[in-house]
C-alpha cells in the first residue's frame, strides 16, 4: 500500500513563486508524506510527531505555501525516512 502512496504523491509548487524544499507530497488521513528536492522521502504521523503537527503541515500543503520552512523550523518527528 506505502509503495502505491508514494506513486501518488501530488506536486508541490510553492504559492510564493520561490523555489521549495519540498518537491511533493501525500495527505493521508492521519499521516502526510514529504518528498522533498534531493529526493528525501519521509512519513510524518499522529503517533510521531502528534495531530497538531501533521494537521498544519496539510494545511501549508493545501496552500501550497510554507511547507518546507515549517518542517524546517519546527523539525517534527518523522515516523518513517524513506531513502531514494
Same mark, same amino acid.
Given at each position: 500500500?506505502?509503495?502505491?502512496?508514494?506513486?501518488?504523491?501530488?506536486?508541490?509548487? =510553492?504559492?510564493?513563486?520561490?523555489?521549495?524544499?519540498?518537491? =511533493?507530497?501525500?495527505? +493521508?488521513?492521519?499521516?502526510?508524506?514529504?518528498?522533498?528536492?534531493? +529526493?528525501?522521502?519521509?512519513?510524518?504521523?499522529?503517533? =510521531?510527531?502528534?495531530?497538531?503537527?501533521?494537521?498544519?503541515?496539510?494545511?501549508?500543503?493545501?496552500?501550497?505555501?510554507?511547507?518546507?520552512?515549517?518542517?524546517?523550523?519546527?523539525?517534527?518527528?518523522?515516523?518513517?525516512?524513506?531513502?531514494?
Amino acid at each position: 500500500m506505502l509503495c502505491y502512496t508514494i506513486m501518488r504523491l501530488l506536486p508541490y509548487k =510553492s504559492a510564493s513563486g520561490k523555489q521549495s524544499g519540498v518537491k =511533493s507530497f501525500y495527505p +493521508g488521513s492521519d499521516y502526510i508524506i514529504v518528498r522533498f528536492q534531493n +529526493g528525501e522521502t519521509y512519513k510524518y504521523s499522529y503517533l =510521531s510527531c502528534g495531530p497538531g503537527h501533521v494537521e498544519k503541515m496539510k494545511i501549508l500543503a493545501a496552500w501550497q505555501q510554507g511547507l518546507s520552512t515549517y518542517i524546517s523550523q519546527h523539525k517534527p518527528a518523522y515516523e518513517t525516512h524513506y531513502q531514494s
